[in-house]
């Protein structure tokens, strides 16, 4: 058991990574292929989805064209799904009654069951916060 008094054993923990797209382009640098051991993408953003922020430090990896927002892969027994979902989840704006697309908690859920099927208790790191 950890401080918080949940026991974070290897085969019950469900880990979902909602990082920055520097971390997506790190995670990247493996070539995607069709296999099963490769990774998966998930989601890309559209042509013009490129960073305009020029004063940060350049891309360890550039992609021509639809830059990956959501890839999965099985690693070992268990998944990992990294996305650059962070500006999504922050303030409940993924919940707004106003929002056209009020799917992502379902995307979540669809996630969570591919990556262990009748999942029920999941940890979710975004950042430096955990939610569980």
Not at 95 to 113: G, K
């Amino acid at each position: 058991k950890n401080g918080g008094g949940y026991n974070l054993t290897a085969n019950r923990v469900l880990v979902v990574a909602a990082v920055s797209s520097i971390f997506l382009s790190l995670a990247l640098t493996i070539p995607l292929n069709a296999q099963e051991e490769g990774p998966i993408v998930i989601a890309s953003g559209k042509g013009t989805a490129f960073n305009k922020n020029l004063e940060g430090d350049p891309p360890l990896k550039e992609y021509e064209g639809f830059p990956p927002v959501m890839i999965a892969a099985k690693v070992d027994n268990g998944a990992i799904v990294a996305a650059g979902t962070a500006g999504v989840c922050r303030d409940g704006n993924w919940n707004e009654p106003t929002n056209p697309y009020p799917y992502f908690d379902e995307l979540l859920d669809a996630t969570f069951q591919w990556m262990k099927s009748g999942a029920r208790s999941v940890l979710w790191y975004e950042g430096y916060s955990v939610y569980t």
